[in-house]
């Protein structure tokens, strides 16, 4: 399978790069990175560490989309959303772990998803998903008398809070609690704000250093309390399961899918 690698001079684009180029059935077709970047040129394989690729890094993502079976995004909202139009036009498998998106952004996501497979996922890490369904499973199981809490933490340089993977694990409660997160959902707790309201799910994020991603989600009840965590030592785990989903996808239907749908744990 052919794929592009869009940011593919960023931390998480490296990652990509090197798990393509160690993975048996997929190949790099093309590295993408925003017009200006000092990566134009180079070789995408030499600034992963991945050994020389015969790969440059372009800002030209129409010919290598049409060149292509599938695309890798993992970059800024509206860069996914400009990419998801191209990606329809040449009918590749889209795979997007951008997080950070609006309702409107999530709107052309599906639109765009009419001509070409989309998996869109705050997190592509096999145990996340895993952890997605048993937080579902938890707060299904157990009633409103138990308090969820989410408590994230990323590295220094992230941009967006709470981080995708939160709302994802957010929505799983949601999902098991038969509301919406939307509203319910409670953002900050900064000032004198009363008592905690029943059936909120909440969130807090921590920024600091180079950690690269841990989750964990509170239900606490009346003298007990469950804790559902998750920690992510290296961004290989989501890079791994990116390309999972883009094999997963070439040759489907048009369609709008996450890395539930791929791993076979949606209802």
């Excluded at 998801?84 to 009918?91: E, G, V, Y």
């Amino acid at each position: 399978m052919r794929l592009v690698i869009v940011g593919a001079a960023g931390r998480m684009g490296q990652a990509l790069v090197r798990a393509v180029q160690r993975t048996p059935g997929v190949m790099l077709a093309a590295a993408i990175e925003r017009t200006g970047s000092e990566a134009i040129g180079q070789d995408a394989g030499l600034i992963a560490g991945a050994g020389l690729a015969g790969v440059p890094i372009t800002d030209a993502p129409l010919p290598a989309f049409a060149a292509a079976d599938g695309v890798i995004d993992f970059t800024l909202p509206a860069a996914s959303v400009g990419f998801a139009a191209l990606a329809a036009q040449a009918r590749l498998a889209h795979v997007i772990g951008t997080t950070g998106f609006s309702d409107d952004d999530f709107a052309k996501l599906r639109a765009a998803s009419r001509h070409a497979v989309i998996v869109q996922s705050g997190n592509f890490g096999l145990g996340v998903n895993v952890l997605a369904m048993l937080v579902r499973q938890a707060a299904k199981a157990l009633d409103a008398d138990y308090d969820i809490e989410i408590v994230e933490m990323h590295h220094r340089m992230k941009v967006d809070a709470p981080s995708g993977t939160a709302l994802l694990l957010g929505e799983a409660a949601a999902k098991g609690r038969g509301i919406a997160l939307k509203d319910h959902r409670a953002k900050a707790r900064d000032g004198r704000h009363g008592a905690r309201a029943s059936g909120d799910i909440g969130f807090a994020s921590l920024r600091g250093g180079t950690v690269a991603g841990e989750h964990s989600v509170i239900l606490a009840g009346q003298g007990e309390r469950i804790t559902l965590s998750h920690s992510a030592e290296s961004r290989d785990n989501w890079a791994n399961g990116a390309i999972k989903a883009a094999l997963w996808a070439r040759g489907r239907k048009p369609g709008y899918f996450t890395m539930t749908d791929v791993l076979g744990l949606a209802d």
